[in-house]
């Protein structure tokens, strides 16, 4: 299954370094690099809160040596790509809106 890295953006602000470390038809593993607690509770709280998830989590791994990995797994016919790409995409507007 051919790796590859990819940077998301977070709210037009934040580049975020993904890398995909497995995925299948309803399951997702992702490596956040050099990401924290605070956004990925975030992602694990709104996507277990999805009718379509079935089991959303992320593992810290070691503090000072790994990155944490984030999975997902979804029912029915939706991609676990689409629904966290949906996610990201609502949560973008939603912080878009605000102002400091």
Sequence with gaps: MPKFN????????????????????????????????????????????DDRVDYANYFPGHPDLDDPEFYVRVNGKSSPEKILKDLIDSLEKQFSKLSL
């Design 6 to 49: 990819r940077r998301t953006e977070f709210a037009g602000l934040i580049g975020m370094p993904v890398k995909v470390l497995a995925r299948d038809k309803n399951e997702l593993r992702l490596r956040f690099v050099g990401e924290s607690h605070t956004s990925l509770q975030v992602l694990r709280e709104k996507l277990n809160a």
